[in-house]
């Protein structure tokens, strides 16, 4: 019988478990030897979270786990097998997407640390229990560590730091005290002024957006101007000093751009 291996680590994981890939690698070869498996490949995803999902047009955003579904129907494994159903997923959407999947090419899931799982016996009520519960004990952790990082952003917010995500247009990231901030990027700033000296002009959305695209003034991400973006820039109160996170605001007039 034929299986691939999927190992998936996420920075959460690394840290807290030490389940690394090179361990997940080892522990599948091993499993694929010692049950007579025919180890056809390995598919990997680097700091992926298993709920990583795209919801609106129902896709799952991993790439090795992407590569390894379309391989399935010419490779024809009898089992995908992992260390355990929670490197393949954390959330109810991400589970029916794959499921779906492997189901369509009789496909079956071997977890190692879940040697009576699988995704064709839910017709037993014992396994039925045991499997839900192993997947509900999943999506507890994940929410458990997700309320832990907002708690931990909350902090540092509520103490006048940046709380993480996207840096926006006009400043660059830096570490102060230890800790990560954000500053002023002069260079960049120079976009947000002109684009707020537009708009005092008496220009549209959609001129200033023409206008940059024109004098090929660059974005933060290098595409192209759009209204809907020039919009964002004008109402996000960042450039007015003000730092806001959830429902924590804090004056940081070192961070205004006029």
Not at 17 to 26: A, F, V
Not at 48 to 60: C, Q, Y
Not at 107 to 115: N, S, T, W
Not at 160 to 174: S, T
């Amino acid at each position: 019988m034929k299986a691939v291996g999927y190992i998936r680590v996420s920075t959460e994981t690394q840290v807290r478990e030490g389940q690394g890939l090179k361990i997940q690698k080892k522990q599948i070869e091993n499993y694929c030897m010692t049950h007579n498996l025919e180890l056809a490949g390995i598919y990997e995803d680097r700091g992926i979270s298993g709920a990583s999902a795209d919801e609106e047009n129902l896709t799952i955003d991993r790439e090795g786990l992407q590569l390894m579904l379309a391989n399935i129907k010419s490779i024809r494994p009898d089992y995908v097998v992992v260390l355990n159903t929670s490197r393949l997923w954390r959330s109810d959407l991400v589970k029916v997407l794959i499921q779906r999947e492997l189901k369509k090419h009789k496909v079956d899931v071997k977890a190692i640390d879940q040697p009576t799982y699988s995704i064709y016996s839910q017709d037993d009520p014992s396994q039925f229990f045991i499997n839900g519960m192993m997947e509900l004990l999943d999506q507890y952790q994940r929410l458990e560590i997700a309320l832990k990082l907002k708690r931990g952003k909350l902090n540092k917010a509520g103490n006048g730091g940046f709380a993480g995500g996207q840096r926006a247009l006009g400043y660059r990231h830096i570490i102060l005290d230890n800790k990560s901030d954000i500053a002023i990027d002069h260079e960049e700033a120079k976009t947000v002024s002109l684009i707020k000296s537009l708009k005092n002009r008496g220009l549209s959305l959609r001129l200033i957006a023409d206008y940059c695209n024109a004098n090929r003034i660059p974005t933060k991400r290098g595409g192209k101007w759009h209204a809907s973006t020039i919009k964002y820039i004008l109402n996000n109160r960042l450039y007015e000093g003000v730092l806001e996170y959830d429902c924590v605001k804090i004056n940081r007039p070192d961070l205004a751009i006029e």
